[in-house]
């Protein structure tokens, strides 16, 4: 890595304007994210472990807690294979409309999460589109686990492919073709060429989109109902929790929230490191 | 006229699976995002034109609209200026904790929105460690729009930081040793040089970071206090109307907010056009 700090004159600021700025900073970091963080955990344990430990031991919260998880096995596998799938006909074809698509495969980060619940509630709601039909049948969505975990759904829509597409681009059709010359099937040459190639991106869309389908709360806000127990995701339990000026189990929840956040990270940070080095690998060979 | 279907054709390429994957992607990214989108919009127009016209314009949505702009404009302009900072130190510099304050920026991405919302409130609060100290001296933070500001910063932190990281780090050195050896001073080359090649990239941080504020709820509500005419901002506006069972007014304000959506959304594409071409790659 370069480092610019010796070189001399006017080439590089002066030691006070620095020192000056990497003190901005770190004030700026620090105040705006250390300290938030660590109040999580000040204010969990601010009435001591046993407390804190207390806060797990209600019905309310492991629900939450089962049903947070529930909504990620389900809202993850289904977005991963989209995300395959999309970067497979983006990546390894050229056809008209290419750009429009991957638009439209990022639309739901540009849509405010209240927006996407609330879309799910014209469709499925008791006055929605399919609202009679459901009623009749007696399905319920809104207000149900279903329609938590199609609000997920829809918030975590783009992260895998959004990392696949410019990865399967950068690593192109050569090595694929190569293995069908070979008389590889197409699922083989998926399966031995094309997922090692793309492993460390894969696993990298997978933990940011698990981190959202486990965090989201303004989306499945919308559709829950805020029934205790039932349709309640463990960020909707700590509104409750703190609603209720209970804030030490609010802030305990929240700490599960912020230790699967720090993993996400610390995952995060890794991942790139290996998918750098991989990119790089790839470059070399050329 | 001959209409061009080649987008029905199946492309030229040996490699198997068009079919199946493109069918697939498309079904799903229907059944998920084209539809329900599709819906909102047939719903705003079976409410009628006189009707949208009066839910998006009541005094209280429009005075919901003006808060969540000028909250996010705040918001968005104090991110540029220290994500600008923040990515330059990181990138030029070496110091004690870097990696992890590195890593850091991402926490508002990676923590869920109500946390920070109630992590922040309780920081603010009268009895927090900052709102203690600020609250005597007549500076009210909770509550009040500079709360909902605060929360907005800390949720757009990334973008900025982010996008100009990158753009940073590909700066070539020679330009500013020629711009030093034609007699320019430090702060003459960052301003004329180092300035205008990143300046599309630190314009599409401001505008990620602005998006991201607009639609903004979860870290929201809880510093806001939700007061109507006050401190209330358009996603919570659709939430209460919701709850209210105002269908119509809450579709009225959500397709005002999505079309806004949608025309910040083609403004990023366009910059960071821009922002790869300045910086000498080719637009993706």
Same mark, same amino acid.
């Given at each position: ?34 300290? *938030? ?17 207390? @806060? ?15 909504? @990620?096995?389900? @809202? ?19 056809? &008209?409309? /290419?750009? #429009? ?6 639309? *739901? ?11 799910? #509630? ?31 759904? &829809? ?22 073709? @190569? ?16 997922? *090692?190639?793309? /492993? ?22 919308? #559709? ?22 209970? &804030?030490?189990?609010? &802030? ?24 750098? /080095? ?9 | ?12 390429? !040996? ?9 697939? $992607?498309?079904?799903?990214? !229907? ?14 127009? !079976? ?35 220290? =994500? ?37 409130? $309780?920081?603010?609060?009268?009895? =927090? ?51 030093? !050896? ?103």
């Amino acid at each position: 890595m370069k480092t610019f700090n010796n070189s001399n004159g006017a080439q590089s600021e002066s030691t006070l304007v620095k020192y000056g700025l990497i003190f901005t900073a770190i004030c700026f970091l620090t105040i705006m994210l250390l300290v *938030p963080l660590i109040t999580i955990f000040i204010e969990a344990f601010r009435k001591g472990i046993e407390a804190y430990f207390l @806060a797990f031991n209600d019905q309310y919260v492991l629900q939450a807690v089962k049903l947070t998880v529930i909504t @990620a096995l389900i @809202a993850v596998p289904l977005n991963l294979v989209f995300g395959v799938c999309a970067s497979w006909a983006i990546a390894k074809y050229s056809f &008209f409309g /290419k750009s #429009v698509l991957i638009t439209l495969i990022d639309l *739901p980060f540009a849509v405010s999460p209240v927006i996407s619940g609330f879309v799910y #509630v014209l469709l499925f709601g008791a006055q929605g589109w399919f609202g009679h039909w459901l009623i009749e049948n007696d399905v319920q969505i809104i207000f149900a686990a279903p329609g938590i975990v199609l609000a997920t759904i &829809f918030v975590t829509f783009p992260f895998v492919a959004r990392e696949l597409i410019p990865l399967m681009q950068e690593q192109g059709n050569d090595e694929e073709q @190569a293995a069908l010359l070979l008389g590889a099937s197409g699922f083989q040459t998926f399966m031995k060429v094309t997922i *090692p190639n793309i /492993k460390w991106g894969l696993l990298y869309g997978v933990i940011l989109c698990n981190a959202r389908a486990m965090g989201e709360f303004g989306a499945v806000s919308v #559709v829950s109902g805020h029934i205790q127990g039932v349709t309640n995701t463990m960020p909707l339990q700590v509104e409750i929790l703190y609603n209720e000026y209970n &804030f030490v189990a609010a &802030f305990a929840v929240s700490t599960l929230l912020a230790i699967l956040a720090l993993l996400t990270l610390v995952l995060k940070y890794s991942l790139e490191w290996k998918a750098k /080095k991989q990119l790089e690998k790839l470059k070399e060979e050329e | 006229m001959r209409l061009n279907f080649n987008i029905l054709k199946r492309p030229k390429s !040996s490699i198997p699976g068009f079919g199946l994957t493109m069918g697939y $992607t498309i079904f799903y990214l !229907s059944i998920i995002v084209l539809i329900p989108l599709l819906a909102l919009f047939t719903e705003a127009f !079976s409410v009628g034109w006189e009707k949208f016209f009066s839910a998006t314009t009541d005094a209280r949505v429009v005075e919901s609209y003006k808060l969540t702009f000028y909250t996010a404009t705040i918001a968005a302009l104090v991110n540029t200026f220290f =994500g600008v900072i923040v990515a330059w130190c990181l990138v030029r510099y070496e110091f004690f904790g870097k990696r992890v304050f590195d890593a850091m920026v991402d926490l508002p991405f990676a923590l869920p929105t109500a946390v920070s919302g109630i992590a922040l409130t $309780t920081l603010y609060s009268h009895q =927090g460690w900052f709102g203690k100290y600020l609250e005597p001296i007549g500076l009210k933070i909770v509550f009040t729009p500079i709360g909902i500001t605060i929360a907005l910063i800390f949720i757009g932190l990334p973008f900025v930081v982010r996008t100009v990281q990158p753009a940073l780090e590909e700066l070539e050195v020679e330009q500013e040793e020629a711009s030093s !050896s034609l007699g320019a001073n430090r702060w003459q080359t960052f301003y004329k040089v180092i300035l205008p090649t990143i300046f599309p990239a630190v314009l599409t941080g401001f505008a990620l970071s602005f998006a991201r504020a607009l639609g903004e709820y979860g870290s929201v509500v809880f510093i806001s206090g939700n007061m109507p005419f006050k401190t209330e901002i358009s996603t919570l506006l659709i939430i209460t109307k919701l709850e209210q069972y105002d269908y119509a007014g809450a579709t009225a304000v959500a397709v005002v907010m999505l079309f806004i959506s949608f025309a910040m959304l083609l403004v990023i594409n366009i910059l960071q056009r821009w922002s790869s071409k300045r910086r000498g790659m080719e637009a993706i």
